[in-house]
Nanobody
Framework: QVQLVESGGGLVQPGESLRLSCAAS????????MGWYRQAPGKERELVAV???????NYANSVKGRFTVSIDNDKNTVYLEMNSLKLEDTAVYYC?????????WGQGTQVTVSS
């Protein structure tokens, strides 16, 4: 059973930055596609960014050029660097690990962008 624990959320003003972390209970990055999703109040959960085992990345159009996903294999951690945050980035952010036969989610971390 893989466990994912997110951290790094908080309250920031528009234009500021945050870095989210997702610590995995074991090194899974060679076997899973790692993703960050978010869910705003009243909206469906949406994909923000993914990173594959070969380091390939993909981003939602709304965050391209502002967010960066990366992996630190030594720390079993996936990061989401978020810059130039906007009000509409406010959401609960979830870490996701997708294997061939199973998917795991973290508990989520709240990001609030407010002036």
């Amino acid at each position: 059973q893989v466990q994912l624990v997110e951290s790094g959320g908080g309250l920031v003003q528009p234009g500021e930055s945050l870095r989210l972390s997702c610590a995995a209970s074991e090194n899974i990055f060679s076997r899973a596609i790692m993703g960050w999703y978010r869910q705003a109040p009243g909206k469906e959960r949406e994909l923000v960014a993914v990173i594959s085992s070969d380091g390939g990345t993909n981003y939602a159009n709304s965050v391209k050029g502002r967010f960066t996903v990366s992996i630190d294999n030594d720390k079993n951690t996936v990061y989401l660097e978020m810059n130039s945050l906007k009000l509409e980035d406010t959401a609960v952010y979830y870490c996701n690990a997708r294997f061939y036969y199973s998917t795991y989610w973290g508990q989520g971390t709240q990001v609030t962008v407010s002036s």
